[in-house]
Nanobody, 125 residues
Framework: QVQLQESGPGLVKPSQTLSLTCTVSGGPITAGNYAWSWIRQPPGKGLEWMGVIAYDGSTYYNPSHKSRTSISGDTSKNEFSLQLSSVTPEDTAVYYC?????????????????WGQGTQVTVSS
């Protein structure tokens, strides 16, 4: 019954912060049975893991983007969010939120059991 849905602006200007929210239905994000990730897919490229947040708020980030990535949770709204600062056109991608059964810095795509539909974010002036 777990469902995820991404939301946020589809267009972000270079140097600004990309902010997306994943709304989770069907269970509390604090239950401990899932870890909650952000994953993106740039045009013509493969999936890129951005980071994960655990039920207690612990996080891991992709080292390639760690310095400008923040994932946080809002338990009252049953949501978790992605903030990616100082964006460039290279950050243009479809952004997905997804749930895995394990909290780890080395999650692989096969471990994700629930996915949002994805949302297109374009970085352009």
């Amino acid at each position: 019954q777990v469902q995820l849905q991404e939301s946020g602006p589809g267009l972000v200007k270079p140097s600004q912060t990309l902010s997306l929210t994943c709304t989770v239905s069907g269970g509390p994000i604090t239950a401990g049975n899932y870890a909650w990730s952000w994953i993106r897919q740039p045009p013509g490229k493969g999936l890129e893991w951005m980071g994960v947040i655990a039920y207690d708020g612990s996080t891991y980030y992709n080292p390639s983007h760690k310095s400008r990535t923040s994932i946080s949770g809002d338990t009252s709204k049953n949501e978790f969010s992605l903030q990616l600062s100082s964006v460039t056109p290279e950050d243009t991608a479809v952004y997905y939120c997804a749930a895995a059964r394990r909290y780890s810095a080395t999650l692989v795509v096969q471990e994700y059991v629930h996915w949002g539909q994805g949302t297109q974010v374009t970085v352009s002036s």
